[in-house]
C-alpha cells in the first residue's frame, strides 16, 4: 500500500502561478511510476505529468513550457510547479503511483486537489 497526501492549489488568476506537493509514504526513488492527472467535470483523468522507470519526465503538449515537475527524495515527496497559468488548466489535481510487486503492478492515487484558474 502506498499514501499519497497532496496538498496546495487553489484559486489564482490566469498567468499566476501555483504549486503542487505529493508526499508519499514510501521511497518515491524506490516507486515504477509517478505522474500528475488532472479532471475536469464530465471528463476522465488526463495526463499532465510523468516520471517512468527511464527518469524522463513527459509532459502534456498543453502544459509543456509552463509546468515543471520534480522530487525531493529525502522528503518522499514530488512536486508540479505551474507557471502561466490558463483557465483552461482548471481541474482537480491528482497525484499518482505505480508500486511493482513481483509480476504485478499497482495504481494508487492521491484525494486530489482543486486548482481554479480565472480569467
Known amino acids: 500500500q502506498v499514501q499519497l497526501v497532496e496538498s496546495g492549489g487553489g484559486l489564482v488568476q490566469a498567468g499566476g502561478s501555483l504549486g503542487l506537493s505529493c508526499q508519499a509514504d514510501?521511497?518515491?526513488?524506490?516507486?515504477?511510476?509517478m505522474g500528475w492527472y488532472r479532471q475536469t467535470a464530465g471528463d476522465e483523468r488526463q495526463l499532465v505529468a510523468v516520471?517512468?522507470?527511464?527518469?524522463?519526465?513527459r509532459y502534456a503538449d498543453s502544459v509543456k513550457g509552463r509546468f515543471t515537475m520534480s522530487g525531493d527524495n529525502a522528503k518522499n515527496t514530488m512536486f508540479l510547479q505551474m507557471n502561466n497559468l490558463k483557465p483552461e488548466d482548471t481541474g482537480v489535481y491528482y497525484c499518482?503511483?505505480?508500486?511493482?510487486?513481483?509480476?504485478?503492478?499497482?495504481?494508487?492515487w492521491g484525494q486530489g486537489t482543486q486548482v481554479t484558474v480565472s480569467s
Open positions: 499518482y503511483a505505480v508500486q511493482k510487486h513481483g509480476s504485478r503492478n499497482d495504481d494508487y
Open positions: 514510501v521511497t518515491i526513488s524506490e516507486l515504477k511510476v
Open positions: 516520471i517512468l522507470g527511464d527518469g524522463i519526465i
